[in-house]
């Protein structure tokens, strides 16, 4: 594959970067929420993913029925990652989760409500998976959706549900067939998140973000709202989840932590010498850039396989996703690591510290990267895709 951009490609990049320069502000870009930045969580942030909208590019790879452009994935890539850059709202839920499993799988009433929506930036979504005892393992979720007229009632409970304290709607899995395989029964609902029936509860992360427990007390959703077939929604959020782990992953923080610590060193002294001529600080700052390429190389590979595989009607590239988001999650700990080692005792000091190595940026970036290696299926769970279905061993392997 080819590692370098087209002049086309080039000049969006380029377009991109004078739209944020144009619309620059504190309150919506902010790298210290790290990877959390990519939240659409205030007005301002929802007026600048609606700008982006109206430039067309919500929706770059969507089919063209649908008000996309058919465009390849690379350029949604460029986006996104000069978006988290900036510590900005990036595209995610919405247009990938969403808006790409119902152009596959949705009605067409669902499709006629919320994909216009989805490309205005009119909507806001949060995601339910994750339940108490169903964390990473999707397939053992238990909120209960039982039949009956027109519908369904849903009982039960989800957890770290980021989104659902701002969100409009609900992308919810329930389990409707108690009796199938734990891989089936499970079908995906699209519900108001201000449903009587529906109570939001708080939990306040060690990033200083909130997440929630969402509770359903007979919560009737109709058949209209059911998404794609009874039973088949395990697919769908496999699926779906193999777009979260790339898009929502980027590596642009990463490469913009190890810059500031590269910094750090160059201009840092350490008992009153130099820390860059410290042979094993050299050597660890080497080992932490070549990593960090590597990181780079394996994104786009992955944009690379999505490619190929839009042009050929294939599945979004499983495996590949796994290895990218399992090495730079991982990698992120260990740059943040290294960050609060060569910083020194300093590093302790919060975020925003002026007189603190790297204003502190070490600090939070020590406490979110713990988060990155959870979202999107932990770490365990990239390994387990990876062996099974990239070496094709045994599960009991």
């Known amino acids: 594959m080819d590692f370098d951009f087209t002049p086309e490609q080039e000049a969006f990049r ?39 909208g109206e430039q067309g590019w919500l929706g770059i790879t969507w089919p063209r029925e649908y ?24 595209i995610g839920k919405g247009v990938g989760i969403i808006g790409k499993t119902l152009i ?8 006629e409500e919320f994909l216009p929506k989805i ?42 549900t980021t ?8 992308w919810v899995g329930a389990r409707t067939n108690p009796d199938a395989p734990k891989h089936s029964g499970i079908t995906l609902f699209l519900v108001p998140l201000d449903h009587p029936g529906i109570t939001v509860q708080g939990i306040w992360t060690m990033g200083d973000e909130r997440t929630n427990d969402v509770f359903f007390d007979d919560v009737f ?11 088949h929604g395990f697919q769908y959020i496999s699926q779906a989840l193999d777009i979260e782990r790339f898009t929502m992953f980027t590596f642009s923080p990463v490469k913009q932590r190890l810059d500031l610590l590269i910094e750090y060193v160059r201009t840092a002294s350490r008992d009153g010498q130099p820390l860059k001529d410290d042979p094993k600080v050299r050597s660890r700052i080497a080992r932490l850039a070549t990593t960090a390429e590597v990181a780079r190389v394996m994104g786009l590979r992955v944009v690379d396989a999505s490619v190929k595989a839009e042009a050929t009607g294939g599945a979004p590239p499983t495996i590949e996703a796994s290895e990218y988001k399992l090495f730079t999650t991982e990698f992120s700990k260990v740059l943040a690591d290294a960050s ?19 204003v502190g940026r070490a600090e939070s970036t020590y406490r979110y990267t713990v988060l990155d290696t959870i979202g999107g299926g932990t770490s365990e769970v990239q390994k387990n895709i990876i ?6 061993l045994p599960k009991n392997f």
Do not use: C
């Open 14 to 52: 380029a377009e991109v970067e004078a739209f944020l320069d144009a619309n620059d502000d504190p309150e919506v870009f902010d790298l210290t929420r790290e990877n959390m930045a990519q939240i659409v969580d205030t007005p301002k942030r929802r007026a600048l993913m609606k700008k982006m």
């Open 119 to 160: 490309l205005a930036n009119e909507v806001e979504f949060a995601v339910g998976y994750s339940e108490p005892e169903a964390g990473s393992d999707a397939a053992a979720m238990k909120l209960k959706a039982t039949e009956t007229s027109g519908g369904w009632i849903l009982n039960g409970q989800k957890t770290w």
């Open 340 to 358: 609060m080692d060569l910083g020194g005792p300093g590093t302790q000091l919060r975020v925003g510290t002026e007189e603190a190595p790297m």
């Open 67 to 90: 008000g996309g452009q058919e465009g390849e994935g690379v350029y949604e890539y460029i986006l996104n990652e000069a978006l988290a850059a900036r510590g900005g709202p990036q």
């Open 221 to 231: 959703v109709p058949d209209e709202y059911v998404v794609g077939q009874l039973d």
């Open 163 to 170: 989104s659902a304290h701002f969100a409009e709607w609900y």
């Open 387 to 392: 062996t099974r279905r990239g070496l094709g």
């Open 104 to 111: 596959a799988h949705g009605s067409e009433f669902l499709k």
